[in-house]
C-alpha cells in the first residue's frame, strides 16, 4: 500500500474512531476532573510538538527535493558532482542531517502519547517504531513509490529511512561506487554520506506527508484520562528494548554495530526525551491517580521523574566523553526495566481502582 493509500486509510479510520467516541461519550459520561487535573496540557503539548515535526520534515522535503534536482543536473553523476561540485553536494546533504536532527526529538518528545494512546498509535510505527517487511508482524503499512515508479515495499519507518540514508548507514540507498570523502581529505567518517537522490526525495516527500497526517490527527483528537493513563502503562515498560537498541549501536559497539539506526542520534536521547514526555503526561493525570490513592500518586510520580532523571544522567556523561560497553548496556537496561515496570504496575493498579479498564 502506497503512503497516499495508508493515509486515505488512516483518516477514514479516525473518522470512524472519532464517530465511536463521541457515542461513548453520550452515553457514559466523562468523570468529573479532579482539581488540578490538566488533559487540555497533554494536548497542548501533542500539537506543539507535531506542528513542529510537520514544519521541519516539510523542510527536509524541500530540501530532499533540491538534492534532486542537483543530482539530476548533473545526470545523476555523484562522482562528477564530488569533483566538480563538491562544496555544494556537501552542503545539500549536511543541511538535510541538520534538519533531521531537528524533528528527531520533536517526534522523541511525544513519543509517549503517540505511540501510548490507541487512536493515535499506528502513526508511531508509520514514522518510527515500524519494522520492514521481513519482520510482517511489525512492519510498516506502506510502500514508498521511487520517482523512476520503482516500488519499496515495506521499507521500514521513515525516521530509520531518512537516518539511514541521509548518514550513510544504510547501503542500499546510497549512490553506487562512489566514495562519499566530502570534505575532500581522503577519508571516509561518520556522517559522510552520498545518498542515492531518488530515495531520499521519495523518503522525505513521504515522510513530509505523514507527519502532516499526525498534526491533523492530533488536532481531532480529545485526550481522555484512560488517554493518558494508557500511555503511561504502554510506554513506560519498553526501557529494554531502547537500551539494547543503544547496545547494539555505534554509541556501544562502534565501528562493529549492527544496528543502522540510532547513529546521528544517541538512543539514550530519545530515552531521555521519551521520558520527559511521560512526566508530563504523568504531572497532568497525577490528580485523578490520586483520588485513588494520594500517596502512591505521589511515589508514582518520584519514581517516574527518577527514572527520567537516571537517563538523562547517563546521557551527560555519554556526552562529556564516558563510553560504556555491552554489559554495562545491559545493567543499566535490566535496572530501567525493572523501575518502569514498576512504575506501569502501579498506574494500572490505580486505573482498575478508579474503574478505568486499560488495554494490555
Not at 515508479?149 to 525516521?159: A, I, M, S, Y
Not at 561506487?177 to 577519508?187: H, M, R, T
Not at 546521528?264 to 485513588?292: C, T
Not at 546521557?315 to 543499566?332: S, V
Request: net charge negative.
Amino acid at each position: 500500500m502506497t503512503v497516499a493509500a495508508v493515509l486515505a486509510a488512516a483518516m477514514l479510520a479516525l473518522g470512524a474512531c472519532g464517530s465511536d467516541s463521541n457515542e461513548d461519550a453520550r452515553s457514559t459520561p466523562a468523570p468529573a476532573a479532579a482539581a488540578g487535573e490538566d488533559l487540555g496540557a497533554i494536548k497542548t503539548y501533542l500539537l506543539e510538538h507535531s506542528d513542529a515535526l510537520a514544519a521541519s520534515t516539510a523542510t527536509l522535503a524541500e530540501r530532499g527535493a533540491r538534492y534532486r534536482a542537483l543530482a539530476e543536473s548533473a545526470g545523476f553523476d555523484y562522482t562528477a558532482l564530488l569533483d566538480t561540485r563538491r562544496e555544494e553536494l556537501r552542503a545539500a546533504i549536511e543541511d538535510m542531517q541538520a534538519t533531521w536532527q531537528t524533528a528527531n526529538p520533536q517526534y522523541e518528545e511525544m513519543e509517549g502519547v503517540v505511540a501510548g494512546v490507541p487512536e493515535l498509535s499506528e502513526f508511531d510505527v508509520i514514522i518510527d517504531a515500524g519494522a520492514d517487511g521481513s519482520d510482517p508482524e511489525n512492519a510498516v503499512p506502506f510502500d514508498v513509490e521511487l520517482p523512476s515508479g520503482k516500488v519499496l515495499e515495506q521499507p521500514g519507518n521513515f525516521f530509520f529511512l531518512t537516518e539511514t540514508s541521509l548518514f550513510g548507514t544504510n547501503l542500499d540507498f546510497q549512490a553506487r561506487g562512489v566514495k562519499p570523502d566530502l570534505d575532500g581529505d581522503g577519508a571516509v567518517d561518520f556522517g559522510e554520506a552520498v545518498p542515492d537522490a531518488d530515495a531520499v526525495f521519495a523518503f522525505t516527500r513521504d515522510f513530509a506527508a505523514q507527519a502532516k497526517a499526525l498534526d491533523e490527527a492530533a488536532r481531532a483528537w480529545t485526550p481522555e484520562r484512560a488517554d493518558a493513563l494508557q500511555a503511561l502503562v504502554t510506554m513506560t515498560p519498553t526501557m529494554s528494548e531502547y537500551f539494547g537498541q543503544w547496545k547494539n549501536s555505534r554509541f556501544i559497539a562502534g565501528a562493529k554495530a549492527d544496528e543502522q539506526a540510532f547513529a546521528a542520534s544517541s538512543r539514550l536521547q530519545d530515552i531521555e526525551d521519551i521520558l520527559g514526555g511521560l512526566v508530563l503526561i504523568y504531572d497532568n493525570v497525577e490528580p485523578a491517580v490520586a483520588e485513588a490513592d494520594s500517596a502512591q500518586a505521589q511515589q508514582t510520580g518520584r519514581e517516574l521523574e527518577r527514572l527520567r532523571d537516571f537517563a538523562v544522567d547517563l546521557r551527560r556523561k555519554e556526552q562529556a566523553g564516558a563510553r560504556f560497553d555491552a554489559e554495562q548496556a545491559d545493567t543499566l537496561g535490566a535496572e530501567a526495566q525493572t523501575r518502569a515496570e514498576a512504575i506501569a504496575g502501579q498506574v494500572s493498579q490505580a486505573a482498575a481502582q478508579l474503574g478505568i479498564e486499560l488495554e494490555s
